[in-house]
Structures are given as C-alpha cells and as structure tokens.
C-alpha cells in the first residue's frame, strides 16, 4: 500500500509543474511515473508514513513558533545532543524524520550513525552545563 | 482585505529575510548561521511566495510546487552542509 | 511591489558581501545557499508581477534543482578537505 505514496507524489509534482488536466496529459503523467524505476525495497507501513507526513503538517506553524521565539529573545548557546531514532525505520522515513528535526529552525541534524541515533545541533537561550 | 494579508505575509518573509541573513556577516560558526539562514531562507521566502499566492490565486500550481520544493531542498541542503562541514569524530569506532 | 522589490536586493548583498570577505570555504557555502535562495524566490516576484506564466515556470525548476548543485559542491569538497588532509 505504501508504494502507492511513491507513485502519488510523482503525478502530485507532474500535475503541479504542468497545471493541465487533459486526458493526454493524465496519461503521460500516469505512464511516465510507472516507467521511472522505483528504489524502495523495505517501503514500511502505511500508519507510520501517515503519521509521519501528519507531522509534517504540524511542523509548519511549530517552525514559525520557533522562528518568533528565536528572533524575540536570543539564543545565543550551542550546544550538540544525540536523539534515538525510532527504530526500523525505512530510508525514506528516515529522510522525514531527518527533514522534521532541520526544518524548525532551532535544531539541525548534523549526523546519522548506523546504529540508530542523530547527532542535534541545538541553540539555546541559556548555558546548560 | 486579500490586499492587505498579502503584504502582511510578504512585509513578514522579508523582516525573515534581513534578520536570518544578518548574523552571515557576524564571526560565528558555520552551524549558528545555519540556524539563522533556516530561518531566512526557508520561513521567510515561504511567507513571500504565500503572499504571492494570496495576490494571484490563479497561479496556485506553480505557486505550491515552489512552497513545496524551497521546504524540502532548503532543508536538505542545510542537513548536508551541516555534515560536510563538521568533521566526523568517530564515536562509532 | 518595487518597494519590495529594492528590500529584497538589499537583502541580497548580504551574502554577497560575506562570500567576497570571508575566506573559510564553509562561509562562503553557506553565502552562496543563501544566494540562490533569495534570486530564485526575486525570480519569481517578478514573474508574478509581470504576469509571465514562462518566468514563473523557469523560477520554480530553478527552485527545485537549483540546491542540487551546491549539496554536490558540498561533497566534493568534503572529499577533497578529506585527501588533502589525510
């Protein structure tokens, strides 16, 4: 069922970039994303991409929060912590996790290790020791 | 009243702009400005192109394909020039 | 919109400046992001002005692979930082 999202993004994106919805054009959409290999072997299940693109939407007024909170009082500390990824997770999952964390703008994720956690980088207002 | 949210939006993505570019010219470290121009570049330019999208409606397609491609790419990229520019110290031996 | 417009070219030449000033290649990365960022979404402001449905078109494919070009930059020279070191 998750391949299905694969195949929803591709038309998503033809049908954005083209603005046409004549027959012709559905079909070369439709033809194209089917023909264009697809690299996903483990696509995981559909709760957890659901889930996962809900927070996705949540993420957006959360990173302007973020953004009023850094421009009104400074954060001026860095400071680096190591987050648990959750576990068995599928390349592409991955990249949302990774892409969820570095879109709000007070942490980016420096570094993934193999065994399951992320590198933060974080700014703070105060020191912590 | 469409008028006005717009140039909310857009007066908003440029006050982004200035203030996420300014610390660029300040001796901070690479990740710090990191910060500063995920908030620039990928909050700000999303509020102008909202704002455009307000004023002309019509063009909604290109509009949201533009939304969509500064979100991922602009964080992408700040996800790898936060790697490549950190050495790797190695704790996984 | 023009006053828009001159604010987002002084916008501009901040980057600009610190790609010119500062020698650290990671700096001047980050300048250029930034860059590329900011003309692509002017692009797009003027299109839009102008009602160019062609601008508009040739902005968002700048937007969306444009960053491509810069994340390789970055690799490579990380990889070359890597064999000049070791």
Redesign the interface.
Same mark, same amino acid.
């Given at each position: 069922m998750a391949g299905y999202l694969n195949l929803i993004l591709r038309l998503t994106i033809w049908f954005l970039l083209t603005d046409d919805l004549s027959w012709a054009n559905i079909l070369i959409g439709v033809t194209v994303s089917l023909l264009l290999p697809r690299g996903a072997t483990n696509p995981g299940t559909l709760k957890d991409w659901l889930r996962t693109l809900w927070e996705v939407v949540v993420a957006i007024p959360q990173a302007y929060k973020e953004a009023f909170e850094i421009m009104i009082w400074p954060h001026r500390h860095e400071v680096v912590t190591v987050d648990l990824a959750k576990p068995r997770r599928s390349p592409g999952l991955l990249f949302l996790d990774i892409f969820l964390i570095t879109f709000t703008p007070k942490t980016i994720v420096q570094r993934y290790r193999e065994q399951g956690w992320y590198e933060v980088h974080r700014i703070q207002r105060e020191e912590v020791p | 009243m469409v008028n006005f949210l717009s140039y909310t939006c857009i007066v908003v993505g440029l006050v982004f702009w200035y203030w996420g570019t300014w610390p660029l010219l300040g001796q901070r470290s690479v990740l710090y400005k990191l910060h500063g121009l995920s908030v620039a570049d990928t909050l700000g330019s999303m509020a102008i192109i909202v704002g455009l999208l307000l004023r002309i409606p019509q063009e909604w397609p290109l509009l949201v394909l533009a939304l969509i491609s500064l979100a991922i790419w602009n964080t992408v990229l700040g996800y790898v020039l936060a790697y490549c520019s950190t050495e790797d110290r190695g704790y996984d031996g | 919109m023009t006053l $828009?417009l001159i604010? *987002?070219i002084?916008?501009l030449l901040?980057?600009m400046?610190?790609a010119l000033?500062d020698d650290?290649i990671?700096?001047r *990365?980050?300048?250029f992001?930034?860059i590329a960022?900011?003309t692509s979404?002017m692009i797009? $402001?003027i299109a839009?002005l102008q009602d160019d @449905?062609m601008m508009?078109?040739v902005? $968002?494919i700048i937007?969306?692979v444009?960053?491509?070009a810069? *994340?390789l930059l970055?690799?490579i020279? @990380?990889r070359v930082n890597d064999v000049m070191e070791g």
């Open positions: - | - | $828009v604010a *987002m002084g916008a901040i980057p400046i610190e000033r650290d990671w700096q *990365m980050l300048a992001a930034s960022t900011k979404v797009l $402001v839009l @449905r508009a078109l902005g $968002v937007l969306s444009g960053n491509a810069l *994340m970055a690799q020279i @990380r």
